[in-house]
């Protein structure tokens, strides 16, 4: 089975290669500010999923200028080899949750980033219990003709496992959250988010999250190893030795069979991740991102 790699998936769609880069919507989550619960999801840092992010206390235009720089090298790498190079960017709001809050405000974050230059899409990073209709008709308007992504953590279908770790949602909200994107406009790429590796989950039910998220009709995946970071809740539990971290081999059996249950059509935006070297606890080969990568393109190819 040949799967669609998020690479190839916007090459086609934008005819070159793009870069995604990462800003900041000064967003929370309602699991933080105490409107569901305080804390924020235990494997969580500070700084949401955000550790490599421009500083919120730029603007949006600001933090695209700032986003762009770390990516611009690579650009010239390609013009140095002589390669045709058109510089493509797709804006992700990417820590905590990204529709969460003041709408109007978040709907001109979005609108500033949108209009910057060389950028073709926006990919909006949330939680399907925080969709506001009001910024859905936006971004369902705005993807008659721009590309647009919304990223939603699901992280796992496994309710249990998810209260564990301070979720606050069901499986069902997920459900209706997806169903609501498609209706507002099917044009909109939803991708959803899982981790393998979270405490008590055994190897069927990390399956069953991947098939509980194509049966949902997600539109692509995210998948990463659970990394543990210093000063999260779940570091705690780690440390405690209430359960381990899964082993390179364990991981990449994981994403073998994962490949087997998705289908052609799904886009596979990631199958791994790594946290910021100077937090990661464990386990320490996440760290090694490369060679990680080069282990699942065997296995993908």
């Not at 040949?2 to 989550?29: L, P, R």
């Not at 990073?125 to 939603?152: H, M, N, W």
């Not at 008590?200 to 539109?219: I, L, N, P, R």
Request: charged share 25%; hydrophobic share 35%.
């Amino acid at each position: 089975m040949k799967h669609i790699s998020v690479s190839d998936f916007y090459k086609n769609k934008f005819n070159g290669k793009v870069y995604k880069i990462t800003v900041d919507a000064g967003c929370t989550c309602p699991t933080r500010d105490g409107t569901l619960s305080k804390g924020g999801c235990k494997f969580c840092s500070s700084n949401g999923s955000g550790d490599f992010i421009p500083s919120k206390q730029l603007s949006i235009s600001e933090q695209i200028v700032q986003a762009k720089k770390l990516v611009d090298s690579k650009f010239s790498r390609k013009a140095a080899r002589g390669e045709n190079v058109e510089k493509k960017y797709i804006v992700y709001f990417q820590n905590f949750t990204s529709t969460y809050g003041n709408e109007d405000e978040l709907i001109k974050k979005y609108k500033e980033a949108v209009t910057a230059e060389n950028v073709v899409g926006i990919a909006i990073g949330t939680r399907p219990d925080c969709l506001g209709l009001k910024i859905l008709d936006f971004l369902g308007k705005l993807a008659d003709s721009f590309y647009v992504q919304i990223e939603l953590g699901l992280q796992t279908s496994c309710e249990k496992t998810a209260d564990y770790f301070n979720r606050c949602y069901k499986n069902q909200v997920y459900q209706e959250g997806v169903k609501l994107i498609h209706k507002i406009n099917p044009e909109i790429h939803v991708v959803t988010h899982l981790i393998f590796g979270l405490p008590g989950e055994d190897f069927s039910q990390m399956m069953e999250s991947v098939d509980f998220a194509v049966k949902s009709g997600t539109d692509g995946i995210k998948i990463a190893c659970l990394y543990i970071l210093k000063g999260t809740e779940i570091e705690k539990d780690y440390l405690c030795g209430k359960f381990k971290a899964l082993e390179m081999n364990e991981y990449l059996e994981l994403i073998k069979e994962a490949l087997e249950r998705i289908p052609e059509n799904i886009v596979i935006h990631r199958l791994t991740g790594d946290g910021p070297k100077s937090l990661l606890v464990a386990p320490l080969w996440t760290g090694d991102k490369k060679r990680v990568l080069n282990l699942i393109n065997k296995l993908m190819n």
